[in-house]
């Protein structure tokens, strides 16, 4: 009882801060020199777009304020007065109709149920005054350095800090003192290669004083081989990864060569301009390989069905359509998906701009139906990979058995496949033919310099003059370290989507990246290094009151782990991990039946059989994941089902997820394994039960924390004594062998209180 009122009070805790951290709004910001990206847009956004913005259909009276032409011009019913007057606001009929005290004559109208507050009326008065000049979108503009703010000279350690301290001393925010040994190094471990340190590298770095402690640890996580599992896991839900083809019949495929590449990837620090270039044009470049030719499995992770009575085009073009979605959005982190059946609604990206881009992703031999379940675990194009193979250029596949083992790829066509506007984007309804193109509000995509293929795409990609590619990924890249993006919204840079916390930071990081050759370690290393991040994590009131959402960086944010991580910080505590890369994905414990009930009966997915010994204790990354019915451990914590692309997961705080670490046989057995390691140890209980925080929560606990604990021990210790055979049927969980007939009541004592400890909020919490 006392562990299960533990247990609901740390989650009670946590979901009234998480509650709390919402309730005020960020502070208003005024600049003396006015931005139409940052200080006027959002107001027409959000006021006047709806009735004056780029939907012809719902634009009235003809007036149009999103472009400048629409702007400066001429009232239709009045020549001799214009909607904005440059310099003049007395002049301008916005201005004069914002301030307007006449409801006859206000805007907007009373009716709309839209207002300017009276800053917000200021603001456009002061920008008319200084010349209403429009910009085009923020994210369109080609990025530039600017000059470095000043900041404590005593605070900063590299650039980063810089733009962080000056907008922190904005609203007189003052960051927090540096985090504790203990938690830096956790955080950085979990960052790097989402497993905790061990007590070796705690007892390492708490007794390294020197001026490198900090960046050594950093360079050692960096080099290892577990940092390009940490970096793939994002990556694969943007890729939408999964271990079967979706659908109602979901047949297996083998895309698990194609995940293996990734982590190399990383783990070999290719840039990002190679990482991306060989996954969507690998088969295209001059000196192509098997290697390269792998990695373009990127575009053949999508749904494929396997069904009958389906009608071949329709499916053939959903593909396209998915493929092209996803570069949009995990590339460019636009929503194209908007542009599918008419122009979009907000952003610049007309329906013909659409499906210029999806002629690049049009060109392949494909069928919207091929085999049956299990007759095609890679549909065509695809490539063999021999043994040979393994051997030598795909030396990181781990290639289990000698069996033929086939992956999907990218190809073209011999003659290009011509492409058409889909009217409201279907299938059967072709409009004008189109070629090959991109949104030239983004840039041009001029046909003189790229090539009309997914080759010229990457050149277009990585042109020096497009706004865009190094900045979503810098921005992805910033999320995965300090929990929230500079762009909040990391899978749209449009204009529905948030606007950039620190612009000038963001522009700065993305030449800087661009110009150091893309380097990700770089960049990682870059980011982990900053006094931001290094702060403690300590909440004080000033932040609650100014910026509760932690926006302006003031402390470190506490974020909980990945729902893979939670697994792999469970076994890796225990002693249980096995730290393979790679290979086929694994089955580890299920709760009986969920595959029955939701399968159509026919092929190898039908029935789940889990795997047994070794297998069951990989990293949550290996999990196999079907996509009708994927991990339920994993969904809890919010995991993708991968049906689609997907940048940004949700963070639910949910009583399932407190039941599950309770319930868990994977946290059961973690805990179980662990007792028994340690009541082998000729120590005493208390010094035993310090171990097993410190290897869980990566501190030492404080005596309040190990009294709470000791009682603990002994109370169920005075039961199991009572109830020993109902220790020994808990010693049984799990399958690894044990031996519950020795030390009984100590192994079942501390089972209980090193799950005690699993349950911990700050077990699964990045501090």
Request: glycine share 6%; hydrophobic share 35%.
């Amino acid at each position: 009882m006392k562990l299960k009122l533990l247990i609901l009070a740390s989650a009670l805790l946590s979901t009234l801060a998480a509650l709390n951290s919402c309730n005020s709004d960020q502070a208003e910001e005024v600049s003396d020199k006015l931005d139409y990206n940052f200080h006027i847009r959002p107001i027409l956004s959000d006021r006047c777009f709806k009735c004056h913005g780029p939907d012809a259909k719902k634009r009235e009276s003809g007036l149009r304020l999103d472009t400048p032409e629409g702007a400066y011009a001429a009232l239709k019913d009045n020549p001799k007065s214009h909607v904005i007057v440059p310099g003049k606001p007395e002049m301008s009929e916005v201005y004069l109709r914002i301030s307007s005290k006449d409801t006859s004559e206000i805007m907007p109208p009373p009716n709309s149920n839209l207002a300017l507050t009276e800053n917000e009326i200021e603001l456009i008065k002061k920008w008319i005054d200084q010349g209403a000049e429009y910009k085009p979108h923020w994210a369109f503009i080609i990025p530039e350095k600017a000059k470095l703010p000043k900041a404590d000279k005593d605070w900063v350690r590299n650039e980063i800090d810089y733009f962080v301290f000056s907008k922190m001393k904005q609203i007189n925010l003052e960051p927090n003192d540096e985090a504790s040994k203990e938690n830096l190094l956790k955080r950085v471990h979990l960052d790097l290669t989402g497993l905790p340190p061990t007590l070796k590298q705690q007892e390492d770095f708490l007794s390294d004083n020197s001026e490198k402690a900090y960046e050594k640890v950093v360079d050692q996580l960096l080099a290892n081989k577990h940092f390009g599992e940490k970096m793939a896991l994002p990556w694969l839900d943007l890729a939408r990864y999964a271990d079967s083809h979706g659908y109602q019949d979901d047949g297996l495929r083998t895309m698990w060569p194609w995940r293996d590449w990734v982590i190399h990837a990383f783990n070999s620090n290719y840039s990002y301009k190679k990482f991306v270039s060989w996954q969507l044009a690998g088969d295209l470049i001059p000196d192509k390989n098997k290697e390269s030719m792998l990695a373009t499995g990127f575009n053949r992770n999508h749904k494929i069905t396997q069904e009958g009575g389906v009608i071949d085009e329709e499916y053939r073009i959903e593909y396209v359509t998915d493929r092209t979605n996803t570069f949009g959005k995990g590339i460019l982190a636009l929503t194209f998906e908007c542009a599918h059946c008419h122009d979009h609604k907000y952003d610049p990206i007309s329906q013909k701009d659409y499906y210029r881009t999806f002629a690049f992703f049009n060109q392949v031999p494909e069928k919207g139906i091929f085999g049956t379940i299990d007759a095609s675990f890679a549909d065509p194009p695809n490539m063999a990979i021999s043994n040979d193979d393994v051997k030598s250029i795909l030396n990181f596949v781990n290639k289990k058995d000698t069996g033929r083992l086939d992956v999907m790829i990218m190809q073209d066509s011999l003659n290009i496949r011509p492409t058409y506007l889909l009217e409201r984007g279907n299938y059967d309804a072709h409009g004008a033919q189109v070629t090959f193109g991109l949104p030239p509000d983004i840039m041009k995509f001029d046909t003189t310099k790229f090539q009309k293929n997914r080759l010229g795409l990457t050149q277009w990609l990585f042109d020096d003059k497009n706004p865009i590619t190094s900045r979503v990924f810098v921005n992805r890249i910033w999320e995965q370290i300090f929990g929230r993006g500079i762009v909040k919204t990391t899978g749209d840079f449009g204009m529905q989507g948030e606007l950039p916390s620190h612009p000038e930071l963001l522009d700065w990081l993305a030449v800087d990246f661009r110009g150091n050759g893309w380097d990700i370690k770089r960049l990682v290393k870059q980011m982990v290094m900053s006094a931001t991040y290094r702060q403690s994590s300590e909440i004080r009131k000033e932040h609650l009151n100014k910026d509760p959402e932690n926006i302006l960086l003031a402390r470190s944010s506490r974020t909980r782990l990945a729902a893979e991580l939670v697994k792999d910080l469970t076994l890796y505590s225990s002693g249980l991990l096995n730290e393979e890369i790679g290979g086929p994905s694994i089955k580890p414990y299920q709760p009986d039946g969920l595959w029955e009930v939701a399968t159509s009966g026919r092929g190898t997915l039908a029935k789940y059989v889990q795997d047994h010994g070794s297998d069951l204790y990989r990293r949550g990354m290996y999990v196999f994941i079907k996509r009708t019915v994927p991990p339920p451990s994993m969904l809890i914590f919010d995991a993708s089902n991968r049906d689609q692309c997907e940048v940004q997961r949700l963070r639910t705080n949910t009583p399932l997820q407190a039941l599950a670490m309770m319930n868990d046989p994977t946290v059961r057995e973690a805990s179980r394994v662990m007792a028994s390691t340690l009541a082998d140890q000729k120590n005493s209980s208390q010094e035993k039960l310090e171990m097993a925080f410190r290897k869980i929560v990566c501190r030492k606990p404080t005596d309040q924390e190990l009294k709470v604990l000791q009682e603990y021990y002994e109370e169920e210790t005075t039961y199991f004594n009572i109830n020993k055979n109902k220790a020994i049927e808990l010693l049984k969980v799990g399958e690894t062998k044990g031996k519950p007939e020795v030390k009984t009541i100590e192994k079942a004592s501390l089972m209980h209180c090193i799950q005690l400890i699993y349950n911990m909020e700050e077990t699964i919490v990045k501090v």
